[in-house]
């Protein structure tokens, strides 16, 4: 008896050391509310005292489905793509970046209700986006009262930064901008003198047809109509008919690819065979899937430039399509520029806060900062509403129906 219960006892102590070793060298949770820490991969040996690292989440939000999906997704790629280069970089400072898409379906309301879960979440110190600007317009209050910094690839609209927002930046030009420089073009070099205007009621939308419409105007240009459509509509033989009773010799559009490109071949089917011009909501290969041939001689006015006109351009487009099977869209080398510049912003406001994990405001106020920073499709410095300075528009012809159209101009400030 004495001997079973020796041995029954010595068993039991072997089988709660085992408990215990497994316990050991499982992954210790944090209950903090802060940054959260991942464990690193390394080798028990290798690994030094403090071998965890700093979870940091930086957010994408564009329309990862519905017809914007294809500019979205470029967003979120171009960022993705920045953050992959730049994480053995980090994880050397003791940090783990994550990107975290959102698809905001280029829907105010979803785009909100994003911003709400991503401020709720402590890790994410920034975020690329939006692409629409009636989505980013709401979404940025939500941002605001966080301190969460947004860097926009491709929102226009004035209202975007005229509320001198502290969390909000753009690395491209403004409607006021980009309106007025497609009206320039429309009236000098088309010679168009009566131009028919249609717009998608958005803020986008709108805003650059009304852009546009004034430039034109004080330019000598006769508008014979403005017309609106609903973004998401299939038949726009109503808005044509109308255009066709006016007989423009110039139409432009201010919306995006999938009822532009509608628009042009319907237009083209009903006999309207007058130039038609578009902004950078055209900027897409999206255009030319929906208009197919008939986007032959379509012109659009884009705040992106085409990056493979340069040597480390093209390099850059090559790497991207090496990475993910197809080539950039209009948007992705801003979305990279992007990310880029928030984690360089991150970066700085960590070796200001002794190495460690820098707070939302730290890199809000550091974005902001930006000053000359050479990015692959731009350079940035932002004023003190979050505008760039450097900002350009340029102008685009499709000559097929191949993506992107050739450039045939480019406008600065």
């Keep these: 008896m004495i001997l079973k219960k020796t041995a029954l006892c010595i068993s039991a102590s072997v089988l709660a050391l085992s408990m215990l070793a497994g316990c050991g060298n499982g992954t210790s949770t944090s209950t903090s509310t802060s940054i959260s820490t991942t464990a690193s991969s390394a080798p028990e040996s290798a690994k030094p005292s403090a071998s965890a690292k700093t979870v940091i989440k930086i957010a994408t939000q564009s329309p990862l489905s519905g017809g914007s999906a294809v500019q979205g997704e470029a967003i979120k790629l171009g960022a993705q793509m920045s953050l992959d280069d730049r994480k053995v970089e980090f994880e050397k400072l003791g940090f783990d970046l994550q990107l975290v898409p959102y698809d905001d379906q280029a829907d105010p309301k979803k785009g909100v209700a994003n911003a709400e879960i991503i401020s709720a979440d402590p890790a994410i110190l920034g975020i690329v986006g939006h692409m629409n600007s009636g989505v980013a317009i709401p979404s940025s209050v939500v941002y605001e009262k966080n301190n969460i910094v947004m860097v926009s690839p491709s929102n226009t609209a004035t209202e975007v930064t005229d509320r001198n927002l502290k969390a909000v930046n753009r690395i491209v030009a403004r409607d006021d901008f980009q309106g007025p420089a497609a009206a320039d073009y429309a009236v000098h070099t088309v010679k168009a003198k009566n131009i028919f205007v249609i717009q998608d009621k958005t803020a986008y939308g709108q805003g650059l047809a009304d852009a546009f419409k004034e430039a034109a105007a004080k330019q000598g240009a006769n508008i014979v109509g403005y017309e609106g459509i609903t973004v998401g509509e299939k038949d726009f033989n109503g808005v044509l008919n109308i255009a066709l009773s006016k007989k423009p010799d110039f139409v432009f559009f201010g919306g995006l690819y999938a009822e532009g490109g509608l628009l042009i071949k319907q237009a083209r089917d009903k006999g309207i065979i007058v130039p038609f011009m578009g902004a950078d909501g055209w900027d897409s290969q999206g255009l030319v899937d929906v208009a197919g041939d008939k986007v032959k001689d379509a012109l659009y006015a884009s705040i ?10 093209q ?4 790497q991207y399509k090496t990475k993910f099977g197809k080539a950039p869209d209009g948007y992705s ?22 190495g460690k994990a820098p707070t939302r405001e730290q890199v809000r106020d550091a974005v902001r900062a930006t000053k000359d920073f050479q990015g692959v499709a731009t350079k940035v410095s932002f004023d003190g509403k979050g505008d760039n300075t450097y900002a350009k528009v340029f102008i685009y012809k499709f000559e097929g129906p191949k993506y992107p159209g050739a450039m045939i101009s480019e406008v600065g400030k």
Excluded: E, R, V
């Design 304 to 313: 992106s430039t085409d990056i493979t006109k340069t040597p480390d351009g």
């Design 315 to 318: 390099k850059w487009a090559d």
């Design 333 to 354: 080398a801003y979305a990279y520029d992007c990310m880029t510049i928030i984690l360089n912003a991150i970066k700085t406001a960590s070796s200001a806060n002794g």
